[in-house]
Structures are given as C-alpha cells and as structure tokens.
C-alpha cells in the first residue's frame, strides 16, 4: 500500500511559478509509475504529467507541455511537479498519483490509478 500526501499548492499570479511536490510512504514506491491530475471546479479530473519507476520516462498533457516539469526521487519517496508560466485556467485542486500497474508511467486516466493523494489547491490570478 502507498500513501500519498500533497505539499506546496498556493496562490500565484499569472506567469508566476509554483513547485508542488508528493510524499510517499511505503517501500514499494520505487515500483510504482507516478502521476499528477488536476480538476477545476465543474470538471472531471484530468491528467497533467507521469513518470515511470525509473524517473527515465516522463509524459505531459498538451496544455503543460513546456510549461510543466515532473521529476522524482526514489531515494527520499517524493515526487515533485513545477510549475512554470502559470495561466488562470491551471487553477484546479492538483492530486498526486500511483500507478502499480502502469510502472512505465504511461497512464493518463483516472481508472489506472491505484492510489490517490488528498490534494492541493492551486489558485493563479490576474
């Protein structure tokens, strides 16, 4: 089992940046794809970015790609997304993810995850 828990949503004006980072317990988390999803309010949740188990392979959506940057690291159980050129419509509660089927990190949907964190907010103004 893996427990996931968010750190470092916060507000931040638009073009600012913001680094939300996910704390992981278990030792089997070198085994696991990780992932980010967001959902703004009235929306379904949506996938932002993964990693596989090695951190060698990492996949974004379209609308954070050369903005967005997923990394982690196996050694401390953390896996980390920033945030660059921040825009209002990136404003969502961000929910980190675990994927042990999907170690490759080649998941983009909801079903594929295992394991949710609680969330963080992130709010970009004007």
């Known amino acids: 089992q893996v427990q996931l828990v968010e750190s470092g949503g916060g507000l931040v004006q638009a073009g600012g940046s913001l680094r939300l980072s996910c704390a992981a317990s278990g030792r089997t988390f070198s085994t696991y794809g990780m992932g980010w999803f967001r959902q703004a309010p009235g929306k379904e949740r949506e996938f932002v970015a993964s990693?596989?188990?090695?951190?060698?392979?990492?996949y974004y959506a379209d609308s954070v790609k050369g903005r967005f940057t997923i990394s982690r690291d196996n050694a401390k159980n953390t896996v980390a997304l920033q945030m660059d050129s921040l825009k209002l419509e990136d404003t969502a509660v961000y929910y980190c993810a675990a994927s042990g089927k999907y170690t490759s990190g080649r998941f983009y949907f909801t079903q594929q995850v295992d394991y949710w964190g609680q969330g963080t907010q992130v709010t970009v103004s004007s």
């Open positions: 990693i596989s188990w090695s951190g060698g392979n990492t």
